[in-house]
């Protein structure tokens, strides 16, 4: 499997004029750079794969780009566009985690940090969509279902890196991070005054979320190699 750089360096490079362009203030050229990172990233794990992409993953990139660009269009309905876009994303994911990994098994000396894992999980949830705010009545019930998505995403990836540890798990981990972050300062930056710390903050993990997805997928095939 070659790895392809010149992919890989161009997302990074969005990514550092996402970071200087935010903190600039310049919205129109953060856009721009914003743009660049799906495509990249995206070509990044075809050549890295051989060109060898599975329905499943497909179908995650598509709905990622819909998402990005609903997002990136700042319309009427880029809300709920990319709400339901990156909704499909999560499930998709999880699709992938139920038909391609083991069942958890939890031995007595994961019941503790498993346990911790799930209070918190479930203590982010709940504070996230008990703010009350007017305009976030608007998809209650559709943030609701959408949180218990990525809760349960992030549930797969932490308890399997807790039973299992290995490098596989990390990143599933890392990528769940990133996407609970990218979404929690989603919604500040939809809720709360104008903060640019909370855009950098929002960026830069929705970004890295693609890395890490990225990463995992072609761990996945990295494994499935050894194995044939």
Known sequence: MKANKPSLILFFLALLCTIIFDWAGQDFFSTYAKAIVLPAIFFYFLISSEFKIRTTEAFIFLFCFIGQVFDLMDIEISEIGALISFLVVYLLIIKLFLQEHEKIKL??????????????????????????????????????????????????????????????????????????????????????????????????????????????????????????
């Open 107 to 228: 031995a007595k000396k994961d019941i503790l940090p498993v346990s911790i894992v799930v209070i918190f999980i479930v203590y982010l949830l709940i504070s996230v969509l008990s703010l009350q705010f007017d305009n976030m009545k608007r998809f209650s019930m559709l943030y609701t279902f959408y949180g218990i998505v990525l809760s349960v995403l992030s549930y797969f990836s932490f308890v399997s890196y807790i039973t299992k540890g290995t490098h596989i798990t990390l990143l599933m981990s890392l990528m769940a991070i990133s996407y609970i972050f990218s979404d929690i300062f989603y919604i500040f930056n939809e809720y709360f005054s104008y903060s640019i710390v909370l855009v950098l903050i929002r960026d830069v993990t929705q970004i890295l979320a693609y890395f890490f997805m990225v990463e995992y997928f072609l761990e996945k095939v990295k494994i499935q190699q050894k194995k044939d």
